[in-house]
């Protein structure tokens, strides 16, 4: 198991910018493919953004592609969510989620492909 603790929500303007980050307590972290979803109210939670373990394979949702960037720090065992240009329909909690799989390169974004979860942080963008 891996305990995942997010943080840097908050609210937010419409057009502002918000920076998650999710740190891990699994020493595995640096071999695993990480993600970010999100859950806004009476919605499936759905997939944002999605990296491999190196860095070097990112990739995105449409409805973020452009304005979100994933990126991970190995060495510190932390992810994050730089969100720009946010809009209203980006409120929602974001989750950041763990897959046990080791080296992998497959996109992973469905949110059975991942085996741990963090709490979630709330972010509103007001209007």
């Known amino acids: 198991q891996v305990q995942l603790v997010e943080s840097g929500g908050g609210l937010v303007q419409a057009g502002g910018s918000l920076r998650l980050s999710c740190a891990a307590s699994r020493r595995t972290f640096s071999s695993n493919t990480m993600g970010w979803f999100r859950q806004a109210p009476g919605k499936e939670r759905e997939f944002v953004a999605g990296i491999n373990w190196s860095g070097g394979n990112r990739y995105y949702a449409d409805s973020v592609r452009g304005r979100f960037t994933i990126s991970r720090d190995n060495a510190k065992k932390i992810l994050y969510l730089e969100m720009n240009s946010l809009k209203p329909e980006d409120t929602a909690v974001y989750y950041c989620?763990?897959?046990?799989?080791?080296?992998?390169?497959?996109?992973?974004?469905?949110?059975?492909?991942?085996?741990?979860w963090g709490q979630g942080t709330q972010v509103t963008v007001s209007s």
């Open positions: 989620a763990a897959a046990s799989d080791t080296y992998g390169n497959t996109w992973l974004q469905i949110s059975s492909e991942y085996d741990n």
